[in-house]
């Protein structure tokens, strides 16, 4: 909400400069966004980007010197001698007389008339003022200089709202309001400080200047200065001729209204356009204007209807209003000339004929208030925010008013705002106001009444305010409070302490915000804090007992395993958990039927990339891998995350899957050769080994298998205990093109993480070292191509026995010795006995078992 | 006789000092010491001498011997010394050249700065609480005590599941309840860390996806003062010793009183500059002290026991701490970007 200091300072005196107004309204919860200098000088700092220190809100204006922008009167308008898009002025700037120069299109009416009857007030720039350039888009700063006009000397000039960075309008020069005085500086009689508030949904009710008045005066200790309320009616009664008849008082508790004859439209006077453009709101008509002003003033949204079309409708019968809720697909054509569908929960003023306007959100076309308007009822009511909030948004209608009605607006508000407005129709409009308010109240606003112990201030807060003090607080905010003993336990001692003492607090008639019970209580020491000042409560250190510690073991999981990926060098990406199940289908080679997947679907998708939550972490990973394809030739990428499956119950389950790619050569390009052939397939059984054995788990295998995603002949699962918790290889080529890598293997694994956290376990053996030397000694079997080496090697382990140490494969041949079919498999074991030298014999026997096993029950054959 | 001796000696120990290549210390010790050296030719015919000069002629004779022996083998380190070091000066390298590429696995920065924070925090004996990233709307709201409707809703644009009442969690405050409910009334002191979903376009200053790391602590004397030096304790480990703290009034419908928590600049040291909007000052933290409806809803007796809860985003302290200026570039995961940590 924007705040003119100039208008602030009607409910409230202060002389602190507008910076610590500033500040002490955003440590107290009303956040200064930023601060908008007309014509003033920031404190200190600078704005607009200007050099120099700046602390606290965001500032922009332009300050007026006070030397060189004066007010100026311009009393006669001459045509220029060479030039008719020009004209000359004659001004007086309070010292002596100025011919100017200025082609202001608003002063060419005034060409050639001589002296004229009622002289104009203009901003006055001297020479050496500096303004924004008019001219250029922006703000600009330029400074006046002398120069020579088509042969008219020109020095000083009349300022455009533009210039003086108060609008962008350039369309004419300002023109100023009669009474300006012509020498004064501007800035003594147009600058102004404005304050754009944030107001948070807990501080609704200071939605307005009276409410941000008193928030300064409870943080400056300054008086509160409201606006007076009351008004002089002297016409015709209205409750003869208005009935109001409210059928859901759950969303409409009150209504009031009054009635004002013979008004006169008009423009408003130039002090309340001034503070209505300052605070946001564009000047319309006085009528318009009230309403508005007094919404800004007061917090109360007003309505005003035509009363003559209301009368009109009643066709002679007393005019009544029903508020009431929308019926189906009932309409109505609001002011701005829509014709609006209402929702069953739209609150609506209706006379019997139907709908008048949407309460609290939009008048209607037929009843608003015209050029021709002569007799006005206004409204004042008070309205459920809930629905109000429903409407706005159902109907895209936002609003100040409507801003105001659903954060809520307290019902007693009606009163005062109506009282107000008509005060100001009256006297700025001269019309009559009827002796009576219409006022129907069917739900009573509770009176709101907290009782707060000292005590319980200080069991929140941790420190001790002195009663006096809290209640000298909640006093500045309106609160009523009386001090009483708490009736409590017998005390041992007769003396009576603080935490005795009980506040009974009875809550202000604006606020809608506070609880009854412990909610009240937390609502009144959040009012207490707030204002007392947080700075000013101690930092102290806990002091109750630690609680009991607790690790959380599955967290403890997943950063093992990155931790291992990364030492075994690959760059941990983490990637959006929204996508579109086309962006997952892609990991299938073209024109391969998909494997359906439910998705978690978003009712709001923000783009329809991001319309489901993902089902597969590789699909996420073979992304990045593609956005980063034209950036290197060499890549290891693994992430760490949730999927999303649908569970049958409410919410999805959110199983952790692994997924890694890999692809490019195996050591990058350097000055000394390198290794730079592709990794493959074994590459990245070597990375999962790695982890697989880093994170303990029990002899995971890996069998061939077929995955539509993968080359045929390239896949294994991963097994560990008869699980599958995963597939890796290599992927297919049509999959890798997909995903920019045409022409490369692209290494890829998928592991459900789930499927793992059985096998990790928090203790693992370790076994002791063998004293004895090893026998080592080198086996060359001949096997069928269809045997796998993990076979082989299963083989040699069962049949050697505990003994054998280690199976290492360190060639294997293919070609005419191996014989066609076949492949040779060269093994270099080692046997190690834990408590004894090994002897040639022992040695020969395990070696024979093994041939045995080899020959007899794979057909291998073992060359000697 | 020793005379001659004594000469010899001399120069043969001047001889060696000028010998200094392998050949030249051959071909002295062929020539002092050899078989057909001088001096084995007069240690060979020492019989020869009278009875009366051979003690003295012998004992003169074999120190001489010695001495050079001596020398020869000190002469001989010198040279093969001299040597190696020929031999490896030819060796130089040029240490410029460029080391051996080896492939660097890296962590994400977000997984670097929750763990940074992770660790802070257990220290001050908070652990880790998990909750689902896609939550029940009572969960994430309703039982936050923001009820359906309530304007506090328009502080976060939700994304919704098409399953009714079921939506992406707007911040890891729903992990407040599931901690509450499965610890009262227990005391309590856990962060709750994870992905949170907002329904913003996606620009350098917003993402539709981030981290956020909760924090709540409830036990039967928790104050705002607490909250006040836990948190100035959590910001002089994160971003310093000398780090200071202010704390100003704020609103969450979940926490009263709450407050908002900015860490003095430690671009500009508090003096103002572009990343701190020239206010010296960079929020970091929204906290409070727990609601009493919601200490309700989560088990708790709000007359016995108090609580205070925090938020931060990780995302947005590690773009402060590294000059980010560019949100997206985490989920981006560019290679340049990731391997510059
Ligand atoms: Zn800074």
Request: no cysteine; aromatic share 6%; net charge negative.
């Given at each position: 909400m924007k705040v003119p200091l100039s208008w602030l300072k009607e409910y409230v005196d202060f002389d602190l400069p507008p910076e610590e107004i500033a500040s002490r309204l955003t440590f107290a919860?009303?956040?200064?966004?930023s601060i908008e200098y007309i014509g003033l000088a920031p404190q200190n700092g600078h704005i607009d980007g200007l050099p120099g220190e700046e602390r606290g809100p965001k500032a922009r204006g332009l300050a007026w010197d006070r030397e060189k922008i004066v007010v100026g009167r311009v009393f006669e308008v001459l045509p220029h001698p060479n030039a008719d898009r020009l004209v000359l002025c004659k001004l007086d700037d309070g010292r002596t007389i100025h011919t100017v120069l200025t082609g202001a299109?608003?002063?060419?009416?005034?060409?050639?008339?001589?002296?004229?009857a009622k002289p104009l007030k203009v901003a006055y720039a001297r020479e050496g003022a500096m303004l924004?350039?008019?001219?250029?888009?922006?703000n600009v700063l330029t400074t006046l200089q002398r120069m020579k006009i088509r042969g008219v000397e020109s020095y000083s000039m009349i300022c455009s709202e533009k210039e003086l960075g108060i609008?962008?309008?350039?369309e004419g020069v300002m023109i100023l309001p009669d009474d300006a005085p012509a020498g004064t500086p501007l800035a003594d009689y147009l600058g102004d400080v404005i304050l754009d508030v944030k107001i948070n949904p807990n501080m609704?009710?200071?939605?307005n200047m009276v409410g941000i008045a008193r928030e300064v005066s409870a943080l400056t200790g300054r008086k509160l200065r409201p606006p007076s309320y009351l008004f002089r009616a002297s016409g015709e009664p209205l409750k003869k001729h208005l009935r109001i008849r409210i059928q859901n008082p759950e969303f409409n508790p009150r209504f009031t209204a009054i009635l004002l004859r013979d008004v006169q439209i008009g423009p408003s006077p130039a002090w309340m356009q001034r503070r209505l453009s300052r605070a946001g709101m564009r000047p319309i008509n006085n009528i318009v204007d009230i309403t508005n002003y007094v919404m800004l003033e007061t917090g109360q949204p007003l309505h005003a209807f035509d009363w003559d079309s209301l009368a009109a409708r009643a066709s002679g019968n007393a005019v009544t209003i029903i508020t009431r809720t929308a019926r189906p697909g009932e309409t109505i054509v609001t002011l701005d000339g829509a014709t609006r569908t209402l929702d069953d929960f739209t609150v609506l003023v209706c006379d019997e004929k139907g709908p008048?306007?949407?309460?609290?959100v939009m008048g209607g076309a037929e009843t608003e208030v015209r050029d021709?308007?002569?007799n006005i009822l206004l409204e004042a009511a008070a309205w459920d925010y809930l629905s109000i909030r429903r409407t706005v948004q159902a109907q895209k209608l936002p609003s100040e008013a409507a801003f105001r009605f659903s954060r809520g607006v307290h019902p007693a508000a009606t009163l005062r705002g109506l009282g107000r407005a008509a005060e100001l129709m009256r006297t700025l409009g001269g019309g009559i106001i009827s002796r009576d308010t219409v006022d129907t109240y069917p739900r009573k606003a509770p009176v709101v009444r907290v009782d707060l112990p000292m005590k319980e201030v200080r069991r929140l807060l941790g420190v001790n305010i002195p009663p006096r003090k809290v209640a000298q607080i909640l006093e500045s905010l309106e609160f009523v409070c009386r001090v009483k003993e708490t009736?409590?336990?017998?005390?041992?001692?007769?003396k009576i302490s603080d935490d005795d003492l009980t506040l009974q607090v009875i809550a202000p008639?604006?606020?809608?915000?506070i609880g009854t019970g412990v909610v009240g209580q937390a609502d009144l020491i959040e009012e207490i804090a707030r204002i007392y000042g947080y700075a000013r409560i101690p930092e102290v250190q806990i002091a109750d007992l630690l609680p009991i510690q607790r690790g959380n073991p599955g967290l403890e999981q997943e950063e093992a395993a990155r931790d291992l990926l990364v030492n075994l060098g690959l760059q941990e990406v983490l990637t959006y958990h929204l996508t579109a199940p086309e962006k997952e289908a892609a990991?299938?080679?073209?024109?391969m039927e998909v494997p359906a997947a439910e998705y978690i679907r978003?009712?709001?998708?923000?783009v329809p990339e991001r319309r489901v939550m993902r089902c597969s972490v590789l699909a996420s990973v073979l992304e990045t891998a593609a956005r980063n394809a034209s950036r290197t030739d060499r890549l290891a990428l693994f992430e760490l995350g949730p999927v999303y499956l649908p569970s049958g119950k409410p919410l999805p389950a959110e199983p952790v899957q692994l997924a890694i790619v890999l692809a490019g050569p195996r050591e990058s390009r350097d000055w000394r050769p390198s290794d730079r052939t592709p990794a493959d397939f074994f590459d990245l059984k070597g990375i999962l080994e790695g982890v697989l054995s880093g994170l303990h788990v029990p002899s995971p295998t890996f069998e061939s298998t077929r995955d539509p995603r993968f080359h045929p002949g390239r896949c294994a699962k991963i097994l560990v205990g008869g699980t599958a918790l995963g597939v890796m290889g290599q992927l297919h080529p049509q999959v890798a093109a997909r995903f920019e890598w045409a022409g490369h293997d692209l290494l890829a694994a998928e592991l459900n993480f789930e499927l793992l956290r059985p096998y990790l376990l928090r203790q693992y053996p370790v076994h002791s070292i063998s004293e004895y030397p090893p026998v080592l000694e080198d086996l060359a079997v001949v096997v069928a191509e269809d045997v796998p080496v993990e076979r082989v090697i299963q083989k040699i382990r069962s049949s050697g026995g505990?003994?054998?140490?280690s199976v290492l494969l360190f060639d294997v041949y293919r070609g005419e010795q191996a014989g066609s079919g076949n492949k040779s498999l060269a093994f270099a074991l080692t046997y190690q006995a834990p408590d004894r030298t090994l002897g040639s014999t022992e040695a020969e026997e395990i070696r024979t078992r093994i041939i045995r096993a080899l020959e007899g029950d794979l057909a291998g054959k073992v060359r000697r | 006789m020793l005379e001659q001796l004594d000469t010899l000696e001399q120069e043969a120990l001047a001889a060696l000092a000028q010998a200094n290549d392998p050949g030249a210390l051959a071909a002295w010790k062929q020539t002092y010491?050899?078989?057909?050296?001088s001096l084995s030719t007069f240690l060979g015919d020492?019989?020869?001498?009278?009875a009366a000069e051979r003690p003295l002629a012998g004992k003169r004779g074999n120190e001489v011997k010695r001495t050079l022996e001596a020398a020869y083998a000190a002469g001989e380190e010198r040279i093969n010394a001299a040597v190696l070091n020929h031999a490896l000066q030819s060796e130089a390298?040029?240490?410029t050249l460029p080391g051996r590429p080896l492939r660097r696995g890296r962590l994400h920065p977000s997984t670097l700065i929750l763990r940074r924070i992770y660790a802070i925090w257990a220290e001050m004996g908070f652990q880790i609480y998990r909750s689902p990233n896609v939550e029940l709307d009572d969960y994430n709201f309703t039982l936050l005590n923001?009820?359906?409707?309530?304007?506090?809703?328009?502080?976060w644009d939700t994304f919704y599941t098409?399953?009714?009442?079921?939506?992406?969690?707007?911040?890891?405050?729903?992990g407040q309840i599931h901690a509450m409910r499965e610890f009262a009334p227990a005391p309590l002191r856990v962060i709750l860390p994870g992905m949170c979903f907002r329904y913003?376009?996606?620009?350098a200053r917003s993402e539709i996806q981030f981290h956020q790391v909760e924090g709540l602590a409830v036990g039967p004397g928790i104050t705002f003062a607490n909250l006040k030096a836990t948190l100035a304790d959590f910001a002089r480990r994160m971003f310093g010793e000398g780090a200071r703290t202010q704390f100003r009034a704020d609103h969450f419908p979940?926490?009263?009183p709450s407050m908002e928590v900015d860490v003095e600049c430690f671009v500009c040291g508090g003096k103002g500059c572009p990343v701190c909007k020239f206010s010296g000052w960079l929020e970091i933290l929204g906290s409070g002290m727990v609601h009493p409806t919601v200490l309700r809803n989560g088990g708790y007796d709000p007359k016995v026991f108090s609580g205070f809860a925090f938020g931060m985003g990780p995302e947005r302290i590690a773009m402060l701490r590294h000059g980010i200026?560019?949100?997206?570039?985490f989920w981006g995961n560019d290679l340049r970007f990731l391997e510059q940590f």
């Open positions: 919860g009303l956040e200064v966004e299109p608003n002063l060419f009416p005034y060409k050639g008339q001589g002296p004229l924004y350039d008019g001219h250029q888009p922006g609008s962008a309008d350039h609704a009710r200071n939605a008048l306007s949407i309460a609290g021709t308007t002569v009736p409590a336990r017998r005390r041992r001692s007769g008639d604006h606020r809608l915000d990991v299938y080679p073209p024109g978003l009712a709001n998708p923000i505990e003994i054998v140490q | 010491l050899g078989r057909s050296a020492l019989g020869k001498l009278p390298l040029d240490v923001i009820p359906p409707h309530h304007p506090a809703r328009d502080m098409t399953e009714e009442g079921v939506l992406l969690r707007t911040h890891t405050s729903p913003e376009q996606i620009t979940f926490t009263e200026e560019d949100i997206r570039y």
